[in-house]
């Protein structure tokens, strides 16, 4: 059902890859809701994704350009104000990418040349985002820019990795230009923090699905779906949280607020009464 809650609102969608990708989600729940848009993403994403069949869906145009690239983050956003007609009035940024992760890297052996490359693409691409945006006045006053992060930005999670240094990052230079932003141009600057979600992405992360299980255990409303945190973007996105900025917002059913739940506390129990009765060294 569309309510029309972006019916007349520009906007720029970085990071749509397939049809797994939340920004892909995002792209095809904001035209629903009557928002007109272009989408960005990298040349070998280009290639490798499906990228155009989203712009045929959505009616968009997709620029290509290397979001930790400012020259190129300059071309999208000024090509975005002149297809679409205008000034922007909201963006996603839905990009990150950890080789240590990928190659099995541990936090205590990273290779530097990777980590910097994590921090580049998966927080300083949102600062230089938002400051070339500055600079060209793209942004309409009472905008909208949101990035998706993850709770590993605030607590310590198993092979997250430097990707959890990143988030944590990402979700500072929301706070930093959501004051700069909001007090000049009211334009509000927040993150979502998403329950681990299979998307093409995630799929790098190892054991994802003993995490995905974990969390479901622990959510008392279990875990969000893609298409449930494309639905809370065009909430922010929408005039409905004009008085929203500066916020890392949980959208995790629950979990990051948990504890111990009942459901992992009895899988808990029974791996423990499990690994007795095979003779289990737990002081291994």
């Not at 993850?150 to 959890?164: E, H, S």
């Not at 993150?191 to 299980?213: E, F, R």
């Not at 995790?252 to 423990?272: L, Q, T, V």
Request: with cysteine.
């Amino acid at each position: 059902m569309s309510y029309n809650l972006l019916k007349g609102k520009r906007g720029i969608i970085f990071g749509a890859l397939d049809h797994d990708s939340i920004a892909w989600k995002v792209a095809e729940k904001a035209h629903e809701e009557g928002a007109i848009f272009t989408l960005s993403n990298t040349p070998l994403a280009l290639r490798f994704g499906e990228i155009n069949e989203l712009a045929e869906k959505t009616s968009s145009e997709v620029i290509m350009a290397d979001a930790t690239n400012v020259d190129e983050l300059n071309t999208v956003i000024s090509k975005s104000m002149e297809i679409l007609g205008g000034k922007i009035d909201f963006i996603l940024h839905s990009i990150g990418m950890s080789m240590n992760v990928r190659k099995g890297k541990k936090y205590d052996n990273l290779n530097y040349d990777f980590y910097h490359k994590t921090i580049d693409v998966s927080a300083m691409s949102f600062h230089k985002m938002l400051q070339v945006a500055r600079k060209l006045d793209a942004i309409s006053d009472w905008g909208s820019v949101v990035a998706l992060t993850y709770v590993a930005a605030q607590r310590t999670l198993f092979r997250y990795n430097d990707m959890a240094d990143a988030k944590a990052m990402l979700e500072s230079i929301a706070r930093s230009f959501g004051y700069i932003y909001g007090r000049d141009k009211k334009i509000r600057v927040n993150t979502i923090s998403q329950s681990p979600t299979i998307t093409t992405a995630g799929k790098g992360v190892k054991g994802i699905d003993n995490l995905i299980d974990f969390t479901e255990r622990m959510s008392p409303l279990g875990n969000a779906s893609a298409e449930e945190c494309a639905d809370y973007c065009v909430v922010m996105f929408s005039d409905l949280t004009k008085k929203v900025t500066m916020q890392n917002l949980y959208h995790d059913g629950g979990f990051s607020s948990m504890g111990m739940s009942w459901r992992a506390m009895k899988m808990y129990n029974k791996s423990i009464e499990q690994a007795v009765e095979e003779g289990f060294d737990f002081d291994d």
